[in-house]
Each structure stands twice: as structure tokens, then as C-alpha cells.
């Protein structure tokens, strides 16, 4: 964990320090909405800060409605630092739009995790919601349907039509085979890769998978083949 003032009277954050943004949130059509975007600090202060997002052609945010969340990070020494900020102002110019954001008091790391899976059944569908980024920030998000192809006491895969990315906290309700009530679960995105023209593959890692859970799935990869 690293202190917002710490980062700026160390000057570790100083105007160009290159940052990431993941912006989630929904289309005009209620569709999810997920950017994330590489930015340029352009000031930062006690209480707010800006950035430049730079793009060539049209800018992603104009598609943007409603923001769910907006994780902020950056690397120092090799450490990924991030936090969750509120945007105050967005201002768009020719190739490029500044947004400003209030500072945040702390900055937090993260580890990964894997384990190996076994596969699931053809059809094995999910209903999903973006629910945040590395930990639970958002409410009343838009469902989606995604395509479970394996899973383990640690994580699953799917095939989705809609774009994830890295870092994003979902909700997962499933069923397992032979299973008759839904499992709930929330997991981390840790890739995200086109799989088709019009699908991506995501891989997601559970977070905090309640005991009961766990037995079932375990109880499932141990009657399932590899």
C-alpha cells in the first residue's frame, strides 16, 4: 500500500508519469462498457488530479453513458499501484481529452494466483456482471451472457461476445452438471483474448469462493476427466 501523498511529495506521480485507466460503465444502449486506455498524468494535487488520453481516430469515451467505476494505476520499482477515483470534469479536444479526477488517500498492490481446470459441458452459460476492478466497487451493472468452457476451485474460462479486460471483477451464476442450485460467484479477470471475429476467450480467477462452493466444484473435477 502506498499514500497518495507519499506518491506525490516522493515524486513518484509527476506531470507525464504514464498511467493505466479502466473506465466500465454502459453504452447509450445498455450494453457494458469497458475501456481501459493508457493516459499521461498531466497534474496532480492533494485533492484532484488530471490526465491526458490520447487517441488517432474517434474518441472511445463518446460511446460512454453511465460510468460504473474508474480504477487509476501506474508501475513503480516494478509494483502495480491502483485505486478507485470519481471523475469531476471531462474535456475533449482535436486528438486527445483531459479527464480530472479526485485523488485518491491510498494506493493499493496485488498478487496473482492459477491452478490447473477441467472442462465443462458445451453450453455451459453464465450469467455475468462487471462488478468492479480487483475488488467488488460497482452496482446495478448490465448482465451479459458468457460460455463456460472449464473451471477449478481456483477459476474458470469463458467465451463472450463482449471485450473484457484485465483486472475487471465479475459476478458468475452457473450451474455445475448435475448440480440443481446455482453457484454465485465473483472472480478476476486475468486475460482476455480474441477467440473469433465476433468472441473473446477471458480467463477469470475466483475470489473468496464460499466452503460449500468449493466442494461442489471439487466434487465435480474429481468425477470429471482431464
Same mark, same amino acid.
Given at each position: 500500500?502506498? *499514500?497518495?501523498? =507519499?506518491?506525490?511529495?516522493?515524486?513518484?506521480?509527476?506531470?507525464?508519469?504514464?498511467?493505466?485507466?479502466?473506465?466500465?460503465?454502459?453504452?447509450? +444502449?445498455?450494453?457494458?462498457?469497458? !475501456?481501459?486506455?493508457?493516459?499521461?498524468?498531466?497534474?496532480? @494535487?492533494?485533492?484532484?488530479?488530471?490526465?491526458?488520453?490520447?487517441?488517432?481516430?474517434? *474518441?472511445?469515451?463518446?460511446?460512454?453513458? #453511465?460510468?460504473?467505476?474508474?480504477?487509476?494505476?501506474?508501475?513503480?520499482? @516494478?509494483?502495480?499501484?491502483?485505486?478507485?477515483?470519481?471523475?469531476?470534469?471531462? +474535456?475533449?479536444?482535436?486528438?486527445?481529452?483531459?479527464?480530472?479526477?479526485?485523488? &485518491?488517500?491510498?494506493?493499493?498492490? =496485488? #498478487?496473482?494466483? %492459477?491452478?490447473?481446470?477441467? &472442462?465443462?459441458?458445451? !453450453?455451459? *452459460?453464465?450469467?455475468?456482471?462487471?462488478?468492479?476492478?480487483?475488488?467488488?466497487?460497482?452496482?446495478? $451493472?448490465?448482465?451479459?451472457? @458468457? #460460455?463456460?468452457?472449464?473451471?477449478?476451485?481456483?477459476?474458470?474460462?469463458?467465451?463472450?461476445?463482449? %471485450?473484457?479486460?484485465?483486472?475487471?471483477?465479475?459476478?458468475?451464476?452457473?450451474?455445475?452438471?448435475?448440480?440443481?442450485?446455482?453457484? !454465485?460467484? $465473483?472472480?478476476?479477470?486475468?486475460?482476455?483474448?480474441?477467440?473469433? /471475429?465476433? /468472441?473473446? %476467450?477471458? @480467463?477469470?480467477?475466483?475470489?473468496?469462493?464460499?466452503?460449500?462452493? !468449493? *466442494?461442489?466444484?471439487? $466434487?465435480?473435477?474429481?468425477?470429471?476427466?482431464?
Amino acid at each position: 500500500m502506498m *499514500n497518495w501523498t =507519499y506518491a506525490l511529495t516522493q515524486h513518484i506521480l509527476v506531470p507525464k508519469t504514464e498511467c493505466k485507466l479502466i473506465i466500465v460503465g454502459e453504452n447509450a +444502449d445498455g450494453q457494458p462498457f469497458c !475501456l481501459e486506455t493508457r493516459v499521461f498524468l498531466r497534474e496532480a @494535487g492533494l485533492d484532484f488530479f488530471s490526465v491526458h488520453v490520447y487517441f488517432d481516430l474517434a *474518441n472511445p469515451l463518446d460511446k460512454l453513458e #453511465q460510468i460504473s467505476f474508474i480504477e487509476f494505476s501506474f508501475q513503480d520499482q @516494478g509494483i502495480n499501484y491502483y485505486s478507485f477515483v470519481d471523475l469531476v470534469q471531462l +474535456d475533449p479536444e482535436v486528438s486527445s481529452c483531459v479527464l480530472k479526477l479526485v485523488s &485518491p488517500q491510498e494506493l493499493y498492490s =496485488y #498478487q496473482n494466483r %492459477r491452478h490447473i481446470r477441467k &472442462p465443462l459441458p458445451p !453450453l455451459t *452459460n453464465a450469467t455475468c456482471r462487471v462488478i468492479g476492478a480487483r475488488q467488488n466497487s460497482a452496482e446495478d $451493472t448490465p448482465a451479459f451472457i @458468457g #460460455q463456460l468452457l472449464e473451471i477449478s476451485r481456483s477459476g474458470t474460462s469463458m467465451i463472450t461476445s463482449h %471485450r473484457m479486460i484485465e483486472s475487471l471483477m465479475l459476478e458468475l451464476s452457473f450451474h455445475l452438471p448435475e448440480v440443481e442450485a446455482p453457484l !454465485l460467484l $465473483t472472480g478476476e479477470v486475468r486475460s482476455s483474448t480474441p477467440f473469433s /471475429s465476433d /468472441s473473446y %476467450r477471458v @480467463g477469470i480467477e475466483f475470489h473468496d469462493v464460499p466452503l460449500s462452493s !468449493l *466442494n461442489l466444484i471439487d $466434487t465435480y473435477c474429481e468425477q470429471t476427466s482431464s
